[in-house]
């Protein structure tokens, strides 16, 4: 396995897929890293294996797979059958289960409001993922608090929708961007 920080270091626009029609796209694209935001537990491992047939790295949500509890059962299943690079959750209790199994874990926060800020910078002391992705990516403000009070790489996701967006996030402390947004994804 590579150093996700390094990983990210090198590969800072990440493809996040939520159709088929993405995967399609994404497996065309210049890019190593996809994040699966879509899927069930009938096609999610074709649809890994397309993307490892493409040499990516593939990191499933594995919150957002129809049919999947994100448990220590489902999480086992995911491992043994798809056996991704990593999974993505926003559930601490997922993050615990992956890295047991040896999976990299990249833990989504949402910031709201100060509230859930504090939530969530607790929340990443306590599992330690291998990585933060916090949500929306456009929240520079956001970015900057957290990278100063945690210590992991932070990815910055959602409403990434131009250069800008991806230089505002990365000048905050983002180490990477994970985004839907195609043109985006042609600026890696």
């Not at 959602?158 to 000048?171: F, T």
Request: glycine content about 6%; overall charge neutral.
């Amino acid at each position: 396995m590579h150093d996700l920080e390094e990983l990210l270091a090198e590969v800072p626009i990440i493809s996040a897929i939520r159709s088929d029609m993405d995967l399609e796209r994404a497996i065309n694209c210049d890019n190593r890293i996809v994040f699966v935001l879509y899927g069930s537990l009938v096609d999610i491992q074709d649809i890994c294996n397309k993307l490892k047939d493409a040499k990516k790295l593939v990191f499933i949500h594995v919150d957002m797979i129809d049919g999947l509890k994100a448990d220590a059962k489902g999480i086992e299943f995911i491992k043994r059958h798809v056996n991704p690079y990593g999974i993505i959750t926003t559930k601490t209790t997922s993050v615990k289960y992956a890295k047991n199994l040896g999976l990299y874990t990249i833990l989504r926060v949402f910031i709201l409001d100060s509230q859930s800020l504090q939530t969530g910078i607790n929340n990443i002391h306590t599992v330690t993922p291998h990585a933060v992705e916090v949500l929306p990516g456009v929240a520079s403000k956001i970015i900057n608090i957290i990278k100063k009070d945690i210590h992991i790489p932070i990815i910055a996701g959602g409403l990434i929708n131009s250069k800008k967006d991806v230089m505002d996030a990365m000048s905050a402390g983002a180490l990477a961007v994970s985004t839907s947004n195609e043109e985006v994804w042609k600026l890696g």
